[in-house]
């Protein structure tokens, strides 16, 4: 152990002389100019309005609602389409300013994997328009959901096939630098299915289907390639042991596959249209489907219950010393795994797991409260956005 870093993670992290001779974790270490400061904007920024989003959806799924908390939803809701809108601003002007930065983020080993962020901002941003600004009665508004929907597909699949055919072409990692960005590329994907059981029982019964069909196979799809990366994941923890404390909150990530499946799921199927009966013998109708995604959702939430505690475990363990975007793993993971739960008491409709949930939804605001604040001190303070302190940098 190295000043809280293990031995076999220090193989990229240098002495922390990462600029110019400059000890980056000196706090008294030179400032820079907001110009340099945006060659360090990463693709990783994305994390935030993700997690924004998720809030958002969690507030409307309340079991326990009271006047104004929608009213509050709807807030964060417009607040995360502005922050969208500025990061992507900003995004922008970073690819303005510094010519060559756009090839450069998505093929770097490290930051090309928060890439798939954003599209993960979209998906939040879907879902919670879907929840807060389409009335029921709106056709043309549910076209133009459902067209997003099918866009979204379409462009997640292209980022899914292209972005693993481009890792897989260009880099050669070790197994013990595993970490769980490696699944992002196919969160997005997956997270279709969230938004078709979302969007789907607000659709006609003749568009609702198609929408249910794709979702599933989108989310099967994601799972099945986070579990392989799962099979990944823990060789390199048996092998190597744990990340170094800074990068250990990264390990929420994998609570996200199993427990969005197990919300996508029961969602769906509850989507499906009340009448639905694919042989007309009532031997396969929407009531047998509906018990089927009720059991592979409980199955699919103790997977995620299994890594939400090794992740506790690892970072309770070692917490981490330094700000690092991958903090808001521990928001937006666990947003799908609150979702789970609820939905989950929902079916069964067990008041005391409804409570617990809410008990649950009071952490994770505590917790996303914890990481802005984290988050606007270490922009202030010039923690991010630094040489050598961004995911620009190969440090694990």
């Known amino acids: ?30 400032k820079l100019g907001i110009r340099q400061r945006m060659h360090h904007f990463t693709w990783a920024w994305f994390t935030l309005p993700m ?15 009271f006047p104004g908390l929608r009213e509050i939803g709807l807030f964060v809701y417009i607040v995360n389409i502005i922050i969208f809108s500025c990061l992507t601003f900003a995004m922008l002007s970073r690819f303005f300013l510094h010519h060559g930065d756009f090839y450069k983020s998505l093929s770097h080993p490290r930051e090309g994997f928060f890439f798939p962020t954003y599209f993960l901002s979209i998906a939040t941003l879907i879902t919670s328009t879907q929840r ?56 997005p ?12 029982d607000t659709q006609p019964d003749i568009a609702a289907i198609p929408i249910v069909i794709a979702g599933m196979s989108c989310q099967g799809l ?10 990944h994941m ?15 909150p990264g390990l929420f990530m994998n609570v996200g596959p199993p427990a969005f499946t197990a919300l996508a799921f029961i969602g769906m199927a509850n989507g499906m249209p009340d009448n639905f009966d694919r042989e007309l013998d009532g031997f396969i109708d929407v009531h047998l489907i509906r018990t089927f995604a009720i059991i592979g959702a409980i199955f699919l939430w103790a997977l995620s219950l299994w890594w939400f505690g090794i992740a506790l475990v690892a970072v309770i363990s070692s917490p981490p010393k330094y700000f690092h975007l991958g903090w808001w793993a521990m928001v937006f993971p666990n947003t799908g795994f609150i979702l789970a739960t609820i939905s989950i008491g929902k079916e069964f409709k067990v008041d005391s797991v409804l409570w617990v949930t809410t008990g649950m939804s009071i952490c994770l605001l505590l917790t996303y409260c914890f990481v802005l604040y984290s988050h606007i001190r270490a922009v202030i303070i010039q923690d991010i956005m630094y040489p050598g302190r961004d995911e620009d940098v190969e440090d694990h």
């Open 189 to 200: 994907i997956m997270l279709s299915g969230t938004i078709a059981s979302v969007i789907a």
């Open 132 to 187: 807060y600004a389409i009335p029921d009665n709106d056709t043309t508004l549910k076209w133009a959901i459902q067209t997003a929907f099918w866009g979204y597909v379409v462009i997640t699949l292209i980022l899914a096939i292209g972005q693993y055919s481009f890792v897989f072409a260009a880099h050669n990692f070790g197994l013990q630098t595993m970490m769980p960005t490696w699944i992002l590329p196919i969160f």
């Open 222 to 231: 994601g799972l099945s390639v986070a579990v392989m990366m799962y099979a």
């Open 1 to 30: 152990m190295v000043d809280g870093k293990e031995g076999h993670d220090l193989e990229h992290a240098g002495d922390g002389h990462g600029h110019n001779g400059i000890d980056i974790y000196d706090p008294n270490r030179p």
């Open 234 to 248: 823990v060789g390199r923890l048996m092998s190597a042991g744990l990340p170094n404390r800074e990068h250990r």
């Open 51 to 65: 997690s924004t989003g998720g809030l958002s959806l969690l507030i409307f799924a309340q079991p326990h609602q």
